[in-house]
């Protein structure tokens, strides 16, 4: 099986909270600590008034999850996880303190506990985008670990996937930049939940034809007739393969264009590449050398537009090309 934990350098960032967006919490003095419970407030962490005996479990509990967020920049994951389950043990409340020990010991491989801390946060805070991105990842990959591929297995990916849905839609509205760098890892993990039952779907397939195949054979032999296995596996074969027209690929990346230009050579070209490659080469069609009017681009509709609907068929395409689903690794 591949390498189920992700070496994205954005992983850590993105799954919890950024230093700069809580230094309120970072506790120096008795002012910062007036600025925790200010912070607290804000984001409804305080009890009621008629509770207020319970604010001092509430600071200091804020003081093991930033304490828990510098483990985990540090990648010190075990001690990051001591220091959330000290925040939890002194308030349980917090959709957000779960969610980051399940960052710490998904990164740990400890799947089971890193589902549990995402159910955990879920419970608490249906709209916690994370704790959905953490608890469908999680669910994917413990359909990598089963022993065997049958249609229970594929239904449970069906889970995960809709777990990472359910994140994409909280994220896709919100325009603050960490929920945007969540938006990338959750789009990508469900690109790769969705090849994964394609390919688990195809390995089923092909046991099932084998099992046709041994029968067929068995039949064909009865009745002295010679079938031709040659021909018959070609066009399963081509039934199965999905056909990437080589216009969806940008010439320059080989890759599938996101944005297809056309320049008035009449090539088209991924936005951003023929960009980059103006900057470095100036105005020239990297493939014919001919001069380019840079105001002259236009965006290649027809193009994306047919791009579009086989992402929408086939959500892998350009982002997962893995022909193993046991070796796809998750964000």
Same mark, same amino acid.
């Given at each position: 099986m591949?390498?189920t934990?992700?070496n994205?350098?954005?992983?850590?960032?993105?799954?919890?909270?950024?230093?700069? #967006?809580h230094?309120?919490?970072?506790?120096t003095?008795?002012?910062?600590?007036?600025?925790?419970?200010?912070?607290?407030?804000?984001?409804?962490?305080?009890?009621?008034?008629?509770?207020?005996?319970?604010?001092p479990?509430?600071?200091?509990s804020?003081?093991?999850?930033?304490?828990?967020?510098?483990?985990?920049q540090?990648? #010190?994951?075990?001690?990051?996880?001591?220091?959330?389950?000290?925040?939890i043990n002194?308030?349980?409340?917090?959709?957000?303190y779960?969610?980051?020990?399940?960052?710490?010991?998904?990164? /740990?491989?400890r799947f089971?506990e890193?589902?549990?801390?995402?159910?955990?946060?879920?419970?608490?805070d249906? #709209?916690?985008?994370?704790?959905?991105?953490?608890?469908?990842t999680?669910i994917?990959?413990?359909?990598?670990?089963?022993p065997?591929?049958?249609?229970?297995?594929?239904?449970q990916?069906q889970?995960?996937?809709e777990? /990472?849905?359910?994140?994409?839609?909280?994220v896709?509205?919100?325009?603050?930049?960490?929920?945007?760098k969540?938006?990338?890892?959750?789009?990508?993990?469900l690109?790769?939940?969705?090849?994964?039952?394609?390919?688990i779907?195809?390995?089923?397939?092909?046991r099932?034809?084998q099992? /046709?195949?041994?029968?067929?054979?068995d039949?064909s032999?009865?009745?002295?007739h010679?079938?031709?296995?040659?021909?018959i596996?070609?066009?399963?074969?081509?039934?199965?393969?999905?056909?990437?027209?080589?216009c969806?690929?940008?010439?320059?990346?080989?890759e599938?264009m996101?944005?297809?230009t056309?320049l008035?050579s009449g090539?088209?070209?991924?936005k951003?590449?023929?960009?980059?490659?103006?900057?470095?080469n100036g105005?020239?069609?990297p493939m014919?050398r001919?001069?380019?009017?840079?105001?002259?681009?236009? #965006?290649?509709?027809? /193009?994306?537009?047919?791009?579009?609907?086989?992402?929408?068929?086939?959500?892998?395409?350009?982002?997962?090309?893995e022909?193993?689903?046991?070796?796809?690794?998750?964000?």
């Amino acid at each position: 099986m591949g390498n189920t934990t992700s070496n994205h350098p954005q992983i850590t960032e993105v799954l919890t909270e950024y230093h700069f #967006q809580h230094k309120n919490c970072l506790i120096t003095s008795h002012s910062s600590q007036r600025k925790i419970l200010k912070a607290a407030s804000k984001r409804n962490e305080m009890p009621h008034k008629s509770n207020r005996r319970f604010a001092p479990n509430i600071v200091k509990s804020l003081e093991f999850k930033s304490e828990g967020n510098q483990y985990i920049q540090m990648k #010190q994951y075990k001690k990051a996880i001591e220091s959330y389950t000290k925040a939890i043990n002194l308030y349980d409340n917090d959709s957000i303190y779960f969610s980051n020990r399940s960052v710490a010991n998904k990164l /740990l491989n400890r799947f089971q506990e890193a589902k549990q801390d995402a159910q955990q946060a879920i419970k608490i805070d249906q #709209q916690n985008s994370r704790a959905h991105f953490l608890y469908g990842t999680v669910i994917l990959i413990e359909v990598q670990m089963f022993p065997d591929i049958n249609e229970a297995l594929i239904r449970q990916a069906q889970l995960g996937i809709e777990e /990472l849905e359910k994140a994409s839609v909280q994220v896709k509205q919100n325009k603050n930049e960490q929920k945007n760098k969540l938006k990338v890892l959750i789009n990508q993990n469900l690109a790769k939940g969705k090849r994964m039952v394609f390919l688990i779907r195809q390995e089923i397939d092909k046991r099932n034809i084998q099992s /046709l195949k041994q029968t067929l054979n068995d039949i064909s032999h009865r009745q002295h007739h010679n079938l031709d296995w040659n021909q018959i596996e070609q066009i399963i074969h081509k039934k199965m393969e999905i056909i990437l027209p080589e216009c969806f690929v940008c010439p320059i990346t080989y890759e599938i264009m996101d944005e297809p230009t056309l320049l008035n050579s009449g090539l088209t070209y991924d936005k951003n590449s023929i960009q980059q490659q103006f900057k470095l080469n100036g105005y020239l069609d990297p493939m014919t050398r001919e001069n380019i009017d840079p105001l002259g681009l236009i #965006q290649n509709i027809q /193009l994306q537009q047919g791009i579009q609907e086989i992402q929408q068929q086939y959500g892998w395409v350009g982002i997962e090309n893995e022909k193993d689903y046991k070796a796809i690794k998750f964000e």
